[in-house]
């Protein structure tokens, strides 16, 4: 359980990236609140994105650290999550190009940036 203050706060939206998606579906630290989140969302109390390319990124770690068989089986498992994938469009796009422009953090995750 998490302290009072760090627990998911209704009608609030929140962007997953690879990362924080990867802790809970390999029981990492962080994970646990991941689970909670997605809790809240299944009870409609929350709502949670990723975008295609933080997707994207789940699936080449998973595959090449366990092989495609268990990244296709981790997909099926994302795939029944309460998070909706965005794809990457024109806007989000730019708006993730314009944020690796300006910031020395990873594109990928510019894209999950762009989302919030």
């Known amino acids: ?3 009072e203050g760090n627990r998911p706060l209704e009608g609030r939206i929140y ?13 990492e630290p ?3 609140y991941v689970k ?3 809790e809240a969302a299944s009870e409609g109390k929350c709502r ?3 975008s295609i ?3 994207g990124e789940v699936m080449y770690i998973v595959e090449r650290e366990r092989g495609l068989p268990k990244a296709q089986e981790t997909l099926a498992r994302i795939d029944e999550l309460p998070i909706e994938i965005v794809d990457a469009d024109r806007s989000l796009t730019l708006a993730a190009a314009h944020l690796k422009a300006h910031w020395s953090i990873a594109y990928a995750d510019c894209f999950a940036a762009a989302l919030g």
């Open 30 to 32: 962080g994970g646990d």
């Open 1 to 3: 359980m998490l302290p």
């Open 48 to 50: 949670l994105y990723m």
């Open 15 to 27: 962007v997953l990236d690879s990362y924080a998606l990867l802790a809970y579906l390999e029981a």
């Open 53 to 55: 390319i933080n997707l």
């Open 36 to 38: 909670e989140l997605l």
